[in-house]
């Protein structure tokens, strides 16, 4: 006998990640007295936030923290950090995230440990459509004992990010030939080379790929970790020749941060501690004697880094 399915207006809004989005949405609609549940997959809030914890946002506090989080908090005696000063990956959780969730407009309605698998309609397969509109969603989730759980809901807020998607270092936007085998031996996304994966990247060959703010943010923390060990190389491999776009806007960049960061990216290429190949579109990595050998097309014709 199939179980009736409840009035879809009755049921919560389902939001997907309890980092700094989904938070935010849940802070929403606590304030106008909407019932929601949140899935967060990690075993804390924030956890994707938690693996770049160690950056230091282009943004200051005041624009970090939304206005309904920030009336929930401020009722219970919280206060803003600095406004104006930029704080990392760590100190939004700490700082504002954690206690966020805490809070007890929150806290009841947050599922820690639980991965959404699926989201669909209610009793609705890919083809069908007529009344579709009218029927709840259904979520699935897994914990972290693989038990599997289904929950209704009027809307979905996905928050998930995509952290755990980045993109792949193939020049076509697909993982690049041998890429998967190499898998090991690359880090995505923006690695702690100088705490805690320093050994992992301390006297070593390295090559960073790609030109925007995450790549900027690692050649920083090379360079750093180069200062304290003289026999660590840095190769910044870019798809396209430099130009004064690059490094962003430097001085005339509205957001301050993101300016010093394009900056300081740009003094560690001019001081010479970073070799500069561009343009170099990745399309092989090959795996041999303990190296990663990278290749790519140039405006030359193919080079191997190894």
Request: no cysteine; hydrophobic share 40%.
């Amino acid at each position: 006998m199939s179980t009736p399915t409840p009035a879809v207006e009755n049921l919560p809004v389902a939001i997907i990640g309890a980092g700094p989005v989904g938070l935010a949405a849940a802070a929403q609609l606590a304030l106008r007295d909407q019932t929601f549940m949140i899935f967060e997959r990690g075993a804390t809030v924030g956890a994707a936030v938690a693996e770049w914890g160690h950056v230091t946002f282009f943004s200051p506090w005041r624009y970090v923290v939304d206005d309904g989080a920030r009336q929930l908090l401020e009722a219970t005696g919280w206060s803003i950090p600095d406004p104006d000063r930029d704080p990392t990956g760590r100190e939004l959780i700490d700082d504002y995230l954690a206690p966020l969730a805490a809070h007890p407009a929150i806290a009841p309605h947050l599922r820690l440990g639980a991965r959404v698998v699926s989201a669909t309609r209610r009793g609705m397969d890919r083809v069908p459509s007529e009344g579709r509109e009218r029927l709840p969603f259904e979520i699935v989730s897994v914990g972290a004992d693989g038990d599997e759980t289904r929950h209704l809901a009027r809307a979905i807020i996905d928050a998930s990010g995509t952290w755990d998607r980045p993109n792949p270092a193939g020049a076509s936007g697909v993982p690049a030939r041998g890429e998967h085998a190499a898998a090991a031996r690359i880090s995505y996304g923006i690695p702690d080379v100088f705490g805690m994966k320093r050994e992992r990247f301390a006297g070593r060959r390295v090559m960073v790929i790609g030109s925007g703010h995450s790549a900027m943010d690692s050649i920083l923390g090379l360079t750093r970790l180069q200062h304290e060990e003289a026999s660590t190389e840095i190769i910044w491999a870019m798809r396209s020749t430099p130009t004064e776009r690059t490094f962003g806007g430097l001085d005339d960049d509205q957001l301050a941060g993101r300016g010093a960061l394009g900056e300081r990216a740009k003094a560690a290429v001019d001081a010479g501690g970073v070799q500069l190949i561009a343009p170099f579109r990745v399309y092989a990595f090959r795996i041999g004697n303990g190296d990663v050998a990278v290749t790519g097309e140039t405006d030359h014709g193919d080079d191997t880094i190894e």
